[in-house]
Nanobody, 127 residues
Framework: QVQLVESGGGLVQAGGSLRLSCAAS????????MGWIRQAPGKEREFVAA????????YYADFVEGRFTISRDNAKNTLYLQMNSLKPEDTAVYYC????????????????????WGQGTQVTVSS
């Protein structure tokens, strides 16, 4: 069982930066690939980024365009998402999520291959 708690969201102006953190509980954190999924008001959930269990492989949505960096610290049981050059269209609730496998694989379903979810943190980017 993995429990996930996000933090670091907030209000930022366009062009600014935020760093999201996700604290995970459970001994199996370091065994699983993890990721960030977001959902804007009135829109479907959208894959943002994922990272393998060691951090050696990362995956990003096309819209990230080099602005975001996903990382993890297994010693601290924490996942991060550094977001730079934020745009108003990045406004959404950002969810931390974990798979049940060491490498990320998008199953194609609405859960993007994720099995465990946090409660989400709001990111608002003003223009």
């Amino acid at each position: 069982q993995v429990q996930l708690v996000e933090s670091g969201g907030g209000l930022v102006q366009a062009g600014g930066s935020l760093r999201l953190s996700c604290a995970a509980s459970g001994r199996t954190f370091s065994r699983y690939a993890m990721g960030w999924i977001r959902q804007a008001p009135g829109k479907e959930r959208e894959f943002v980024a994922a990272i393998s269990w060691t951090g050696g492989s990362t995956y990003y949505a096309d819209f990230v365009e080099g602005r975001f960096t996903i990382s993890r610290d297994n010693a601290k049981n924490t996942l991060y998402l550094q977001m730079n050059s934020l745009k108003p269209e990045d406004t959404a609730v950002y969810y931390c999520a974990a798979t049940q496998a060491p490498y990320y694989s998008n199953s194609g379903g609405p859960d993007y291959g994720m099995h465990y979810w946090g409660q989400g943190t709001q990111v608002t980017v003003s223009s």
